[in-house]
């Protein structure tokens, strides 16, 4: 089955700095790979996702980058923010035009904190 | 819109009590995830719906058992908990089609003595 390997676990920057996370997955077969953002005591909630067909995707503050040759995707948060800081999730998984998340597996999360 | 909502927030439990985590949406999604998530190992599947009336296995679904009898509730039960099972669990639901965005509730923390 599928397996997330998701670096640094914890992860501190100056507010204004670049946040770097990235994950590598082992199934070729994956093809839809979201990141969730996690604050504290909440559910995490869908940030940004990016399907195999596309190289890199960009959302204001945060893109992600895709490289299925390596196995990688990344995500990058430009000029941080104190709201930032929370515990991000990479996911990989899918591969089914019909069906449910239930192949999706989870990275280990990185706590990232912005200091102001 | 409430989205997912998860009964109780929080719950201390005895070892070899049963106990049910309650769940539901009222967004008419298919799918619907019931997922724990433990210090350092992130968020993982226990059993998951696909639509009412169907269940599955997810990663870690030994101990643990649902019921789909309609689209809104999805509960979760410990028949007989573990201090093991000491977890904060999260719901979840999400459209049934090509693999998209999960939808989670607030979560419920257990703790088992």
């Known amino acids: 089955g599928e397996n997330v390997e998701q670096h640094p676990s914890t992860l501190s920057v100056q507010e204004g700095d670049s946040a770097v996370i990235k994950c590598t997955y082992s199934?070729?077969?994956?093809?839809?790979f979201p990141w969730y953002k996690q604050e504290l005591g909440k559910g995490p909630q869908l940030i940004i996702d990016?399907?195999?067909?596309?190289g890199e995707k960009k959302d204001q503050r945060i893109a992600v980058t895709l490289n299925k040759t390596a196995k990688h995707f990344s995500l990058h948060i430009t000029e941080t923010q104190p709201e930032d800081s929370a515990v991000y999730f990479c996911?990989?998984?899918?591969?089914?035009?019909?069906?449910?998340?239930?192949?999706?597996?989870f990275g280990k999360g990185t706590k990232l904190t912005v200091n102001p | 819109i409430a989205g997912i909502t998860q009964a109780p927030t929080s719950q201390i439990l005895a070892a070899g009590r049963r106990m049910t985590l309650r769940c539901t949406q009222d967004?008419?999604?298919?799918?619907m995830y019931w997922y724990r998530q433990d210090l350092g190992l992130g968020l993982r599947l226990i059993h998951y719906?696909?639509?009412?009336?169907?269940?599955g296995k997810g990663e870690v679904p030994d101990g643990y058992s649902v019921s789909r009898a309609n689209t809104d509730d999805f509960p979760l039960t410990l028949a007989s908990a573990v201090p093991s099972q000491t977890s904060v669990y999260f719901c979840?639901?999400?459209?049934?089609?090509?693999?998209?965005?999960?939808?989670f509730g607030e979560g419920s923390r257990l703790t088992v003595l």
């Open positions: 979840a639901s999400s459209v049934l089609r090509e693999t998209g965005e999960l939808f």
């Open positions: 199934d070729s077969a994956s093809n839809y």
């Open positions: 990016i399907r195999s067909n596309v």
């Open positions: 996911a990989a998984g899918g591969y089914q035009t019909q069906g449910g998340s239930e192949k999706l597996v």
């Open positions: 967004m008419r999604h298919n799918a």
């Open positions: 719906s696909n639509t009412a009336g169907t269940t």
